[in-house]
């Protein structure tokens, strides 16, 4: 099994639905992150999660609400998805008491919002 | 704010040749700096870490330099291969970032047979 993963891997959806993306991990890695990719514009930091109940806004958080329900576990969601939101998703762990340790990343999901 | 520039945007080489990809950036507090690769539609692979206390890192045909004074961190890829071709992206954490990584745009590799 891959360390992070993330579900689903493609999703297709209908503006104004709320869709869910959910990234597990058995790094055992304390933190969590989610980054969205469009061409262009490269990796943008959505939410991160430093512990269970540390939860805060990376630069484009707008739009976009996440819940740590473990610390294995991160899911991002889009209340009202709209198109300017089809984009490459990627959730990414880390361990920053460790130097040595950078990030892990998932698969990514690939959203379209039509 | 960290900016990290990764120069030459796009690089196109025979087989066989050296690879030499450039990253840039700002600010020299940095906590760690890592090179990942991407093919297309995939997700990143991790390729190298290079601490802050570290000069270099090697890896196989793989080696990454870092020099905080200048800014500049530079992948060598040697003997490059078809199966090198991808985008590599540099990502920069800083130390008082909480170990938020900020990337650079990436440069797109193609090696030709």
């Known amino acids: 099994d891959a360390d992070v993963t993330q579900t689903p891997r493609n999703r297709i959806t209908k503006t104004g639905k709320r869709i869910m993306l959910e990234c597990s991990q058995t790094?055992?890695?304390?933190?969590m992150y989610w980054y969205r990719q469009d061409p262009g514009l490269g990796l943008r930091l959505i939410y991160y999660?430093?512990?269970?109940?540390?939860?805060n806004k990376g630069e484009i958080s707008d739009g976009y609400s996440v819940s740590r329900q473990a610390q294995a576990k991160f899911s991002l969601s889009l209340e009202s998805a709209i198109p300017n939101q089809t984009a490459l998703y990627f959730c990414?762990?880390?361990?920053?008491?460790?130097?040595?340790?950078?990030?892990?990343f998932g698969s990514g999901t690939r959203l379209t919002v039509v | 704010k960290q900016e990290v520039t990764q120069i030459p945007a796009a690089l196109s080489v025979p087989e066989g040749e050296n690879l030499v990809l450039n990253c840039s950036f700002t600010d020299s507090a940095i906590y760690n700096l890592q090179w990942f690769r991407q093919d297309p539609g995939k997700g990143l692979t991790s390729l190298l870490l290079?601490?802050?206390?570290?000069r270099e890192q090697t890896s196989g045909r793989l080696n990454a330099s870092l020099d905080k004074s200048s800014g500049r961190s530079t992948l060598y890829i040697a003997a490059s291969q078809p199966g090198d071709s991808a985008t590599y992206l540099c990502?920069?954490?800083?130390?008082?970032?909480?170990?938020?990584?900020?990337f650079g745009a990436g440069t797109q590799v193609v090696v030709t047979p």
């Open positions: 790094k055992g890695h304390d933190r």
């Open positions: 290079i601490q802050s206390s570290q």
């Open positions: 990414a762990t880390s361990d920053f008491r460790d130097a040595t340790v950078g990030y892990t």
């Open positions: 999660s430093f512990d269970v109940k540390d939860i």
């Open positions: 990502a920069v954490a800083l130390t008082d970032s909480w170990g938020k990584l900020q």
